[in-house]
Structures are given as C-alpha cells and as structure tokens.
C-alpha cells in the first residue's frame, strides 16, 4: 500500500485552493464535498471537482470525499466520482455507521469500473469513523468490502456527538481514537489520525503528530498546507532508528539463509517481533 502519511483536505467549492493542490507535495489531497462545502453550494461543488480532475494532473493521490451515504447529496457525488473516476485514486465514505453504506459506495464503483474498462475493485475506500455508533461499529464496517483499505478517526464530529467538549489533551477521544485504531491494525488496514483544528499552531500539531506515530498510526489528516512538512516530518523515523530498522533487516536477511530463528544485532538479541518493528520502521521511511 502506498504511504499516506499526510492526508490534506480541499474544499471542493473554492477554486484557487484546488488548483493550488495540484501541486502540492502531499501524499493525499482529498477534495472535498463534505463538511468543508455549504449545503447550497454542494451542486456548485460537485461540477467544480469534476472540471478540475479533468483538466488537472496533480502530484499526490487523489480522493474525493463524498457526503454521507445517508445525506440527499451522496448519490450525486458517487455518479459524479463515476464519471471522472480514472482521475481519482479513492473514495472517502464519512460518517459510516453501518456495512450498508459501504456497499452502496462500491456498488456506484462497481458499475464505473465497468464503464470505464477498469479493473473489477481496482478503486479502494476509505472509511471515516466519526460517531459513536460508527466507532463500535468499526470492525464490520471496515470488513464490509474488500474496498476498505483506509480508517479514519474524526476527533470533532465524535465529540460533538457525545456532547463532550474538546481539549487540548483529548480524554474525550481517547478510547475511541485508540479503538479506531486498534480495529484497523487488526484487520491489516492503514489507520489516519484526527485533524489538527488549530492550523496556524505548528508546534502544537508536531507534538500530536509525533505522539500519533509513536502509538502506530500511519498518517494525520491535514486542513492546510502548511501542517504538511510537519506530519512528514513527525512520521519520518529518526536517522539513527532508520540505520538500526537497516541493520536489523540484512541481518535477518542473512538469518533466513542460514535457518536461523533469532540473530544478534549491536549486542542485542533480536526475535521476530523487534524484525516486524524494523521492517515498519523502513517502510515509514520508504526504504522498503
């Protein structure tokens, strides 16, 4: 799976900011139909996103994120991501509380796949878990289709239907951040983070990055571009833990030809667990 560490939101309604994004070096740029676009300008939206992937080649992974399944705007957007669907790479489902919804996603998918001679599942989703009900809903959401390759957890939608209020530390969110990923490395999936709301503080947004790569998530959610060098940063392994992940990998290269089941790396022993967390190590750096 490609990496996907930075995650940047655009809104589908303003066109400067999409022709901007094109060029951006972000590993995502997911346009944005939802909760970034008002209702009346949903429509205006849609034919907006549309125009720009048919005229604009972009640097990152395109996505598109489509109203809730649930929402009188969905079947559009999913007819809309049908017609230009070899632009875009995948399709972000927000507010996901049950396997139906899923499933009518990759049935549109399924159709345009067909229309456009594509591969038959060629074109993944990505599930945001941003509601209680979605949150324990999460192991047989994101087992719903093979499709799913992606978990989201929503920090803000998820606390605002609690009715808890957010801080800085976010014991509001904990559990179900935790779940959200938890779920997802159980069933193999990559596993984004929450936004970072205040976007102009930096060193706060370096402190929850670097705190999400620690616990194991693969990328952060992003609402500007300039948080982007700053999750990269904070999920780019440091040098010295890259030459380590690199010597315990050729040593366990070499493991493997003699039969050997554990080996000795800087005088420490190291077992098939410590060889897991050195391959992830490189494939966060991309050196795999």
């Not at 003699?258 to 080996?263: A, D, I, K, L, T």
Request: net charge neutral; charged share 25%; glycine share 6%.
């Amino acid at each position: 799976m490609p990496r996907r560490t930075t995650w940047l939101y655009v809104p589908g309604d303003q066109e400067r900011k999409l022709a901007k994004a094109a060029d951006l070096d972000t590993d995502v740029v997911c346009l944005d139909l939802e909760d970034a676009v008002a209702p009346d300008r949903k429509d205006a939206a849609r034919g907006l996103v549309a125009q720009v992937l048919e005229r604009q080649d972009f640097r990152a992974e395109v996505w598109v994120r489509v109203n809730a399944l649930n929402t009188p705007w969905a079947e559009a957007d999913l007819a809309m991501v049908g017609q230009v669907l070899p632009r875009v790479r995948g399709v972000l489902l927000p507010k996901v509380e049950a396997p139906w919804m899923v499933h009518r996603a990759a049935w549109h998918l399924a159709l345009a796949e067909e229309a456009h001679g594509l591969q038959p599942g060629s074109v993944p989703l990505a599930v945001l878990l941003e509601t209680p009900l979605g949150v324990l809903r999460a192991e047989v959401v994101a087992q719903a289709s093979p499709r799913v390759q992606v978990l989201l957890f929503g920090a803000e939608d998820f606390a605002a239907a609690l009715g808890a209020e957010r801080t800085p530390q976010g014991q509001e969110v904990a559990v179900a951040r935790q779940w959200a990923l938890l779920t997802g490395k159980a069933l193999g999936k990559q596993v984004i983070d929450m936004v970072y709301v205040a976007y102009r503080d930096l060193e706060g947004l370096r402190k929850e990055a670097e705190a999400a790569a620690r616990l194991g998530f693969d990328g952060k959610q992003i609402i500007h571009p300039a948080q982007v060098p700053v999750v990269r940063e904070a999920f780019t392994p440091a040098p010295e833990r890259l030459a380590w992940a690199e010597k315990v990998w050729q040593a366990y290269q070499e493991a493997r030809r003699s039969g050997q089941g554990v080996f000795v790396v800087e005088g420490k022993m190291i077992d098939p667990p410590l060889v897991l967390q050195a391959r992830r190590l490189l494939e966060r750096g991309g050196r795999l």
